[in-house]
């Protein structure tokens, strides 16, 4: 129960786009609130954006960057990330929360090992 496993990331330039995934290897899938969290070097790790059981969504970054979405029918949640910045590069983790619009890090419950997001030219 509760293993993640996240895919996608890679290295793009400046402006430039890339899809995250994450797969969630239970049937409990539809019942979690799923978010996506960021680590870069040196920094701590902040919360990105969620979406709830109901696909309604939070995001910390208002200026439509970061898209969230979830499939049930396939167990995985989605991160859609536009005009991507150097300041985005960092490891990027799914997790899974029971708490409705959880965004802090202590109340989920179950953790991807990460994906890679490296932005330069």
């Known amino acids: 129960q509760g293993q993640l496993v996240e895919s996608g990331g890679g290295s793009v330039q400046p402006g430039g786009s890339l899809r995250l995934s994450c797969v969630y290897f239970?049937?409990?899938?539809?019942?979690?609130?799923m978010g996506w969290f960021r680590q870069a070097p040196g920094k701590d790790r902040e919360f990105v954006s969620a979406?709830?059981?109901?696909?309604?969504t939070i995001t910390i970054y208002k200026d439509g960057r970061f898209t969230v979405s979830r499939d049930n029918g396939r167990n995985e949640v989605y991160l859609q990330m536009t005009n991507l910045t150097p300041e985005d590069t960092a490891m990027y983790y799914c997790a899974a929360s029971r708490i409705r619009a959880a965004h802090s890090a202590a109340v989920y419950e179950f953790w991807g090992q990460g994906t890679q997001v490296t932005v330069s030219s």
């Open positions: 239970d049937r409990t899938f539809h019942s979690y609130t």
């Open positions: 979406v709830n059981t109901d696909a309604t």
